[in-house]
């Protein structure tokens, strides 16, 4: 039986993600599996994206929150150097061939940025502890 989709979640506020700048790392689940995802803002516009290299299945990240490179034009694989264009998650150059990354849908309202969770990609569910990192109780309005 199929995941039901869950309303946008709440992510961060606006005003954290500077203009080809520090990305904002989240924990979401893949497939009932944990991963991670980061939002990042290129070209005035939100892109998101699971955090898993389309050419080995692992983290990007070179430093936690950096994924582009020191142009600030590419998003790069800290592993092998796949390169991806930022505003869509097409492999560009390196061992990622044809791949791309996995988007995630956001939205920004009232200087709030959201995401949409999918069939694939969900967030993480609470617990006893409370919210897991990266995730809020409420929807937007
Ligand atoms: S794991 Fe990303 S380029 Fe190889």
Same mark, same amino acid.
């Given at each position: 039986? !199929?995941?039901?989709?869950?309303? !946008?979640?709440?992510? *961060? !506020?606006?005003?954290?993600?500077?203009?080809?700048?520090?990305?904002?790392?989240?924990?979401?689940?893949? $497939?009932?599996? @944990?991963?991670? /995802?980061?939002?990042?803002?290129?070209? &005035?516009?939100?892109? *998101?994206?699971?955090?898993?290299? /389309?050419?080995?299945?692992?983290?990007?990240? $070179?430093?936690? &929150?950096?994924?582009?490179?020191?142009?600030?034009? $590419? #998003?790069?694989?800290? #592993?092998?150097?796949?390169?991806?264009?930022?505003?869509?998650?097409? *492999?560009?150059?390196?061992?990622?061939?044809?791949?791309?990354?996995?988007? #995630?849908?956001?939205?920004?309202?009232? &200087?709030?940025?959201? $995401?949409? @969770?999918?069939?694939? #990609?969900?967030?993480?569910?609470?617990?006893?502890?409370?919210?897991? /990192?990266?995730?809020?109780?409420?929807?937007?309005?």
């Amino acid at each position: 039986m !199929a995941e039901p989709v869950v309303d !946008a979640q709440p992510l *961060c !506020a606006s005003s954290e993600l500077a203009e080809r700048g520090l990305a904002f790392v989240f924990d979401v689940v893949l $497939w009932r599996a @944990p991963a991670r /995802a980061f939002a990042l803002r290129f070209d &005035g516009q939100v892109v *998101c994206y699971l955090n898993r290299c /389309a050419h080995v299945p692992t983290e990007m990240d $070179w430093q936690a &929150g950096h994924f582009l490179d020191m142009d600030k034009r $590419w #998003i790069l694989c800290s #592993i092998h150097g796949a390169a991806y264009e930022p505003a869509d998650g097409r *492999c560009v150059g390196g061992p990622c061939g044809n791949g791309r990354l996995m988007r #995630i849908d956001t939205f920004e309202r009232d &200087g709030t940025v959201y $995401w949409y @969770p999918s069939r694939d #990609i969900q967030p993480v569910a609470f617990d006893d502890a409370g919210p897991a /990192a990266g995730t809020a109780p409420e929807s937007p309005p």
